[in-house]
Each structure stands twice: as structure tokens, then as C-alpha cells.
């Protein structure tokens, strides 16, 4: 049987695009919303590190802090991302970061930028994966490095440290060796009501959009 087009594709590509962004957002809210208790975390670490690297070499790969992570909204605009922090086991416990943040608009304008600061975690999960053995790690012992996911709570300030309003940000790390499928790679971050929810797709060569969670001994 022949399918018939679609009367309308733009509208119900735009219609399908505005239901998904309402659901996304529907569970981020009552994700930073609900009471939790203790964090999962694997193999019972204390303390973990979270970073958004740079890979300063991809044969061998070799992972330092100090790198970039993108996502976009439904609209082609997008934010830029840096940060490093800790988090602990259990919602109580002390978590730390900060980064640097920049939006653009869809012609590539920045629009905006500053700073952010970790204020909640709202959960952490490890998950299977870890590094090839080839891999350098000049952040950690390369064995104390997870996949996971992370959803905090952050405030964002301006250049002049004004105050911009406050968000979320989540970080995946899917290791090369072994981790789920169902595991992305990347960022995904609000701020107030904009939503940049799609992270960008890493690609072999290009060296952004990896976030690593380390056990911190």
C-alpha cells in the first residue's frame, strides 16, 4: 500500500518538537523538585569528581580537565559549557563546582555569558564503563574512573557577577569500554526557562562534550 505524505509535516515537526521539549522539561522539574534519599552510587565510593575534559591527544586518548561542552535548543541557539566539581554519596553531603558558561544565538552571536556555581545535587547514579587501557589519565587514576549521570542544581551569573537566575545541569558519561548503549555522552543545562536539552553528538576527532566522574580517594 502506497503511504500518503503527511498534509502538514512542518506543523507536526514543530508540534512533535514543542511536545518533547514540554516533556523534558516536565521531568527535569519534578526531578530537582522531589524529595530524595541516599544517591546511588557504585561500589560504595564516598566522593566523587566530575569533570567536562579536553582530550589533549586521541592516540592514545588522553584526558585533562579544563574542557568544552555544547547543547542546543529547539530554536538552533546554544550554550557552551567548561566545569569541574565533587559530589558525595547522599543529598546532604557537600557538592562543589563551577564552570563558565556562553550562549549563542542561531547565526553563532554570543548572546551572553559568565559563570555558574553547583548549589544541589539532586542525584548521581554510576554506571558500567570504564577506560581502554591505552588511555592516559592526568586527572586520576584511570581505574577510578565511572560512567554516569548526574542532575544538579546551579545559579548563573553575568560577566560582572550579577545574577542571571538559576537552572539545571546534567552530566553523562558513557566510557569507551563497556557502558550501556542507552548511555549518552554529553550536557544537557536550563537556564530559567530556556532549555538547551539537545547535547551535542561527540564525534571521533573532535575534542568536546565528554564529562568523566572519578571515585575521589
Not at 31 to 45: E, F, L, M, N, S
Not at 183 to 190: D, K, L, P, R, T
Request: hydrophobic share 40%.
Amino acid at each position: 500500500m502506497t503511504h500518503l505524505a503527511a498534509p502538514y509535516p512542518e506543523r507536526e515537526a514543530t508540534l512533535r518538537r514543542t511536545v518533547l521539549r514540554l516533556a523534558l522539561t516536565l521531568v527535569i522539574f519534578m526531578v530537582a523538585t522531589t524529595t530524595y534519599g541516599p544517591v546511588a552510587v557504585a561500589q560504595q565510593a564516598t566522593k566523587m569528581r566530575w569533570d567536562i575534559i579536553t582530550l589533549t591527544s586521541f592516540t592514545p586518548p588522553t584526558l585533562k580537565e579544563g574542557g568544552v561542552a555544547f547543547a542546543s535548543a529547539t530554536d538552533g541557539s546554544f550554550m557552551k559549557l567548561t566545569g569541574s566539581g565533587t559530589l558525595g554519596i547522599r543529598r546532604a553531603d557537600p557538592v562543589t563546582g563551577r564552570g563558565e558558561w556562553e550562549t549563542f544565538d542561531v547565526g553563532n552571536k554570543s548572546t551572553g555569558k559568565g559563570a555558574y556555581t553547583v548549589t544541589g545535587l539532586v542525584s548521581f547514579t554510576a554506571a558500567p564503563g570504564t577506560l581502554p587501557p591505552q588511555a592516559i589519565d592526568t586527572i586520576s587514576d584511570k581505574a577510578d574512573a565511572r560512567s554516569g549521570l548526574a542532575v544538579m542544581r546551579i545559579a548563573y551569573t553575568k560577566e560582572d557577577g550579577s545574577p542571571v537566575g538559576t537552572g539545571i545541569l546534567v552530566l553523562s558519561c558513557h566510557q569507551p569500554v563497556g557502558a550501556p548503549d542507552a548511555i549518552f555522552e554529553g550536557v544537557i543545562a536550563s537556564q530559567g526557562y530556556g532549555m538547551d536539552f539537545h547535547h551535542a553528538l561527540t564525534m571521533h576527532g573532535v575534542d568536546a562534550n565528554h564529562p568523566v566522574f572519578h571515585v575521589a580517594r
